[in-house]
């Protein structure tokens, strides 16, 4: 079963405009949520995960568990934001750790 | 999409021995493969990333004589554990790298428990 969906495998946005990626998950229990980056012929990365609640590189990601997603946004974005996200989920005793396929994003000049 | 494979899933091995674990991408040559390991409820940590045909590049506090990565060939890239301890416990995932678009493919994952 897929545990982590990410819609969009391709995303486009111009400099500037907010951009938000998207992710939801499937998993009975607590999950821990993640964000990933791949920036070009660099290693991955970890962007942020939803315990520490912080902002990176101005991007946020809320754990919505009504709805089971883990958006990741940013108000105006960078032509340095274009890269690989990868959206991640950890069950609740560590033992899984799955990924989602991935968003391409790229920001336009 | 591109397909990375593991061997074996899950193995359980006595403290001392070595284990092999295998990384395959099945369907593309990958000159560059990565090695990941996961601590319960914690993030993905990088090991080392693997350059066929050449050393493999360690990241910082990974032990290199402790963690042996080969990457013979382009399909394959494997990491040994020698002389495992249960500190070595954990989930071992590698992924590699797709040239062509620079995107990262990621195996299933091994869990490995040493007893």
């Known amino acids: 079963a897929q545990r982590v969906t990410q819609p969009e495998k391709l995303l486009s946005v111009f400099k500037g405009a907010p951009v938000e990626l998207k992710c939801n998950y499937s998993y009975s229990g607590s999950p821990e949520l993640f964000w990933y980056v791949q920036y070009s012929r660099q290693r991955l990365q970890l962007l942020l995960r939803?315990?520490s609640r912080e902002s990176i590189k101005g991007f946020t990601a809320d754990l919505n568990k009504g709805e089971t997603s883990f958006h990741l946004k940013k108000p105006f974005a960078q032509e340095e934001d274009s890269a690989m996200y990868y959206c991640?989920?950890?069950?609740?005793?560590?033992?899984?750790?799955?990924f989602g396929t991935g968003t391409s994003l790229t920001v336009i000049p | 999409g591109a397909v990375v494979s593991q061997h074996p899933s899950w193995v359980i091995c006595k403290s001392g021995t070595s284990v092999k674990i295998e990384c395959r991408s099945l369907d593309f040559q990958a000159t560059t493969m990565f090695w990941y390991r996961q601590f319960p409820k914690q993030s993905l940590m990088l090991m080392a990333t693997s350059n066929e045909g050449s050393k493999a590049t360690y990241e910082q506090g990974v032990e290199k004589d402790k963690f042996l990565i080969n990457h013979a060939s382009l399909t394959l890239s494997t990491l040994t554990v020698t002389s495992a301890h249960p500190e070595d416990s954990s989930f071992y995932i590698c992924?590699?790298?797709?040239?062509?678009?620079?995107?990262?493919?990621f195996g299933p994952g091994t869990r490995l428990t040493v007893l």
């Open positions: 992924s590699a790298l797709l040239w062509q678009n620079n995107e990262q493919f």
């Open positions: 991640a989920l950890s069950g609740f005793d560590g033992n899984q750790f799955y």
């Open positions: 939803h315990i």
